[in-house]
């Protein structure tokens, strides 16, 4: 008695046998790769808030950029308002 493995009772059964594992592997990576890819529709990821600008400040750069202030009175200015 020969033994041709589990598929060698039928005609190229070993043939049928290898084209099944590459199908299972195949499904295998397939499937792997599905889940692990992202989804479109997650939602996206949170921004950190921009703090509030200073109007203070705000106005003081205007004023700088018109040239009614020179740069000395800019700086001590912002540092006075704790900038």
């Given amino acids: 008695m020969m033994w041709h493995g589990a598929w ?9 046998g290898l ?9 295998i990576v ?8 992202p989804s479109r529709h997650a939602p996206p990821p949170p921004t950190l808030p921009t703090p509030p600008a200073d109007p203070a400040l705000q106005i003081l750069r205007e004023r700088f950029a018109r040239g009614e202030i ?12 704790g900038v």
């Fill in 30 to 37: 397939s499937l792997v790769a599905f889940v692990a890819r």
């Fill in 70 to 81: 020179d740069q000395a009175e800019f700086e001590e200015r912002r540092r006075a308002l």
């Fill in 8 to 16: 060698g009772f039928w005609p190229g059964g070993g043939l049928i």
């Fill in 19 to 27: 084209l099944l594992l590459v199908l299972l592997v195949a499904g």
